[in-house]
Nanobody, 114 residues
Framework: VQLQASGGGLVQPGGSLRLSCAAS????????MGWYRQAPGKQRELVAG???????NYAESVKGRFTISRDNAKNTVYLQMNSLKPEDTAVYYC?????????WGQGTQVTVSS
């Protein structure tokens, strides 16, 4: 399975970005897709995940600001990020879980700065 992420960039505090991640290859039986992020000097942390059934979970720090969604027909997961803060600056990595195994996409940089 391959994951192709896009949508990162530079945005001012309070602004919005939408990340996309498309899966290709052996795309059957994908259980969960989502996003982690890693800021400089910090551990990678879960941002949001969504199951094939539509159940979602979010990091406390992004609840109410970020929304994850999934288009199963396109095997694509989206992360709508609103009210961005400087502390959201990180490399964002999409992932999927299939039969208990996690696969990663390449990172996309999100920088929140004035």
């Amino acid at each position: 399975v391959q994951l192709q992420a896009s949508g990162g960039g530079l945005v001012q505090p309070g602004g919005s970005l939408r990340l996309s991640c498309a899966a290709s290859g052996s795309i059957f039986n994908i259980n969960e897709m989502g996003w982690y992020r890693q800021a400089p000097g910090k551990q990678r942390e879960l941002v949001a995940g969504i199951t094939s059934g539509g159940s979602t979970n979010y990091a406390e720090s992004v609840k109410g600001r970020f929304t994850i969604s999934r288009d199963n027909a396109k095997n694509t997961v989206y992360l709508q990020m609103n009210s961005l803060k400087p502390e959201d600056t990180a490399v964002y990595y999409c992932y999927l879980v299939k039969r208990g195994a996690r696969s990663w996409g390449q990172g996309t940089q999100v920088t929140v700065s004035s």
